[in-house]
């Protein structure tokens, strides 16, 4: 569910009067919203990074989401692209999916999460090896769930990965032949998952 320009900057706004960290409405118009500078796209830095400073990343981005989960928040945009950085301070933007209108709050929450961890999982660059990438995806999992242990949310994350990993079992052989970010992402994130979420 697309949102308009005016939808956004009123939960901009409700955001900032609740003390979470996202752009200053600087100028709103019918079709302008102009947004205060919140620093550098979180890919960008992760990239640039040395590999364990890259882990101290994903603890960060898996802690902030969870904290804006814990208190009861969907973001319905939730992949690294729209964390900022400036200095030490993280803000988040974009917030034009309105993911938590159309699903419960644990099926949103859920699926922020798998937005997040796919994210990380295709994210370009050829910096990454594919062990990297594989591991960097489980952190920040691991760590999301570490922060906001919700079992409803866990529970829907589990039939998420239920269904990826349906698809993995009788497809999986096909899509590791086939090239491409997505497909390779996809595998990453089930075996994180997989690995994080292990039947119960």
Same mark, same amino acid.
């Given at each position: 569910?697309?949102?308009?320009?005016?939808?956004?900057?009123?939960?901009?706004?409700?955001?900032?009067?609740?003390?979470?960290?996202?752009?200053?409405?600087?100028?709103?118009?019918?079709?302008?919203?102009?947004?205060?500078?919140?620093?550098?796209?979180?890919?960008?830095?992760?990239?640039?990074?040395?590999?364990?400073?890259?882990?101290?990343?994903?603890?960060?981005?898996?802690?902030?989401?969870?904290?804006?989960?814990?208190?009861?928040?969907?973001?319905?945009?939730?992949?690294?692209?729209?964390?900022?950085?400036?200095?030490?301070? &993280?803000?988040?933007?974009? @917030?034009?999916?309105?993911?938590?209108?159309? !699903? *419960?709050?644990? #099926?949103? =929450? %859920? /699926?922020? +999460?798998?937005?997040?961890?796919?994210?990380?999982?295709? &994210?370009?660059?050829?910096? @990454?090896?594919?062990?990297?990438?594989?591991? !960097? *995806?489980?952190? #920040?999992? =691991? %760590? /999301?769930? +570490?922060?906001?242990?919700?079992?409803?949310?866990?529970?829907?994350?589990?039939?998420?990965?239920?269904?990826?990993?349906?698809?993995?079992?009788?497809?999986?052989?096909?899509?590791?032949?086939?090239?491409?970010?997505?497909?390779?992402?996809?595998?990453?994130?089930?075996?994180?998952?997989?690995?994080?979420?292990?039947?119960?």
């Amino acid at each position: 569910m697309r949102t308009t320009l005016s939808d956004e900057a009123r939960k901009l706004e409700f955001l900032s009067r609740h003390g979470w960290r996202v752009p200053n409405v600087w100028r709103h118009m019918s079709d302008v919203l102009v947004l205060e500078y919140v620093g550098q796209d979180l890919p960008y830095l992760i990239r640039i990074d040395t590999p364990a400073a890259r882990l101290i990343w994903m603890d960060r981005a898996a802690r902030d989401l969870a904290a804006f989960h814990r208190a009861g928040f969907v973001h319905g945009g939730a992949q690294l692209r729209n964390l900022m950085c400036e200095g030490d301070v &993280l803000t988040r933007i974009d @917030f034009e999916e309105n993911i938590g209108e159309a !699903l *419960s709050r644990p #099926l949103g =929450q %859920a /699926y922020d +999460v798998y937005q997040m961890v796919s994210s990380m999982a295709g &994210l370009r660059g050829k910096q @990454f090896g594919m062990t990297e990438r594989q591991d !960097l *995806s489980l952190r #920040l999992l =691991q %760590a /999301y769930l +570490v922060a906001n242990p919700d079992p409803s949310v866990k529970e829907a994350l589990q039939r998420i990965a239920s269904t990826m990993g349906c698809i993995q079992k009788y497809l999986g052989w096909l899509l590791k032949c086939l090239p491409g970010r997505d497909v390779r992402g996809f595998l990453y994130v089930t075996d994180a998952l997989r690995l994080s979420l292990p039947d119960e």
